[in-house]
Each structure stands twice: as C-alpha cells, then as structure tokens.
C-alpha cells in the first residue's frame, strides 16, 4: 500500500507540475498531453502510444507528452484538472470521465470489412490449479471464494462481472468469503494464477496478450463465464480543448490506416482483429449508463 501510495504521490506531483495542453493564445496550444493507464501487456503499451504521439505530433504539428497513470481514477482527474488533454481507455471509465471531467467522445474501433463496431468481452477466470471447474460451483456457496476485480473504473474489470454475479444472487462484498480491487488487469490475473485469490476478472484478450508474451504459460487458467456485450473503448478528450485539435486528433486516428500501415499493424496486432479508428459519438454509451446506473448507483452524477 506504501508503494501504490508513493506511485500516486510522484504522479499527482508529475501532473501538477505542467498543464496539459498549455495555451498560448486562444487556439493554439504548445503541447498535446496524452494520458495513459498501465496496461496488461505494458511495454507493448508504451511502444503504440509512443509510436501513436510521434504519429499525432506529425499530423497536428504541435508536441504530444505522454503522462502514465497507475489506474483509471489518475487519468480522469488529471482530465479534469485539466492536466490530460486525451486519453484512450475502456467505456465504464470514459462514461465516469464525461460525468466527472467534462470527456468527449472522438473515435472508436471498428472492423475494417463490415464497419461494425469491435464490441469487446469481459471473463471471470480461475488458476488451473484450482478445484473449480465452473460458476455453478461459485454460485451454490459463494462465501468459500475469493474474488479480485481489476480496477473500480473497469469496465470488464469490474462492472460487467459485478452485474453477472448480482444477476446470480450474489453480492460480491457481502456474499463471497473476501473481494478486493487488484489494482489493475494484470495484477489481478497473477494475483488469481498465483492462488493468492480463487477467482478474478479481466478484459477479453488481457489473458491471451500475456500468454502470447510468455508471462503467463499456456493452460495457466481455466475461464469460468465471458460475455461480448461491452461497447468498445474510445479516445476522449477534454471539452476545453480548442476545436481544432478536437478535429485534428479526430481526423488523425481515422486516417491513420492511411498513412502509418506499420503503426495501424501494430495496433491491430494489439487487437488481435482487422480494426480501424471511425468516428463516434457519445450517444452509444447511453446504455451502459444505465447498467452503471442499476448497478452503482449515483456513481455519474
């Protein structure tokens, strides 16, 4: 807990320290500030955001400065503060930033062929050394297991696990034997590999990403449930932000299959699909907001 505490201090000082997006009159700015979240497959991560800001810094002429944060929280409130001027991160969390930081919505994924959008998963998962075999047996007598979430602004990490198992009848904090926030997707899937939890959730490919970068071995875990009922994620950005840089990230990320291939290759590689960025508007999130809302309360307002 010292550590995390640390993390947060150091990074709250980063953020702080210089304003994302910095203006210099009132449509221009000096800098691009890009908010990340560390990820499952990290050092992947930091190699296609830092390919993704010397591609923007291209395309929009001005520098793009990438700031990390420890979980989704940081992010959305260096947003708010004004400190991010974009990020790229699940729906759950961009739903919380637009209640709470003012986000909006600029593109998503979709396939390249059909133009559908890349709707995701969510899976609840064990350590194939566990004696559970499925959910049935988690659901007769919840209160024998252990269970880790990713992050409390997750949304496959948290919020679709927590509505599946509410729609078992059970009440995680109160029905199980202990739950917990991990601290993020690949903590939690060490912390249920390595028997420290019997049962923990993550994104749909979070797994397979780490298996594919041999930190995980094959048959290391025995999934349980998924759903492919999740809204993709989406790049966001402050509503501050001068128009113009709204329209220019917009047009960039959609145009990026265009003119960086080995970039767009990467990100579909990152995918594990044929993906391209398009356009979105808000308006798709509108029922996950109610699922927030069932489930949390008043948790966007």
């Known amino acids: 807990m010292k550590n ?63 700031i990390e944060g420890s979980d989704y929280a940081t992010v959305i409130e260096a947003m708010k503060t004004g400190k991010v001027d974009f990020a790229n991160t699940g729906a759950f969390s961009y739903c919380i930033a637009a209640a709470k930081a003012g986000a909006e919505s600029l ?106 970068r041999n930190r995980i071995t094959n048959g290391s875990y025995r999934v349980l449930w998924k759903t492919d009922s999740i809204p993709p994620g989406n790049v966001y950005v402050r509503s501050s932000l001068p128009k113009k840089y709204k329209d220019g990230l917009r047009k960039a990320f959609v145009s990026l299959k265009d003119k960086d291939t080995a970039l767009m290759n990467l990100i579909k590689k990152t995918y594990r699909k044929d993906i391209v960025y398009v356009p979105v508007g808000d308006s798709i999130y509108n029922d996950m907001r109610k699922l927030v809302n069932n489930e949390l309360g008043s948790l966007l307002q």
């Open 4 to 66: 995390i505490t640390t993390l947060l201090l150091v990074l709250l000082i980063a953020f702080s320290c210089k304003k994302g997006g910095k203006t210099t009159s009132e449509d221009a700015i000096e800098e691009l500030v890009y908010g990340r979240v560390v990820s499952v497959d990290n050092e992947a991560s930091i190699e296609r955001t830092e390919k993704t800001a010397a591609y923007l810094e291209k395309e929009l002429g001005v520098p793009v400065r990438i």
């Open 107 to 212: 593109v998503t994924t979709a396939y390249a062929k059909t133009g559908a959008l890349n709707y995701s998963g969510s899976k609840i998962f064990t350590s194939s050394k566990s004696a559970i075999t499925s959910m049935e047996q988690v659901i007769a007598n919840p209160r024998q297991f252990t269970f880790a979430f990713a992050d409390p602004a997750s949304t496959s990490g948290y919020l679709y696990p927590l509505a599946y198992l509410r729609s078992q009848g059970i009440e995680p904090s109160e029905d199980m034997k202990q739950t917990l926030f991990a601290g993020g997707h690949t903590a939690g899937v060490f912390s249920c590999l390595s028997q420290k939890v019997d049962l923990a959730c993550t994104y749909a490919t979070a797994l397979e990403r780490l298996e594919s």
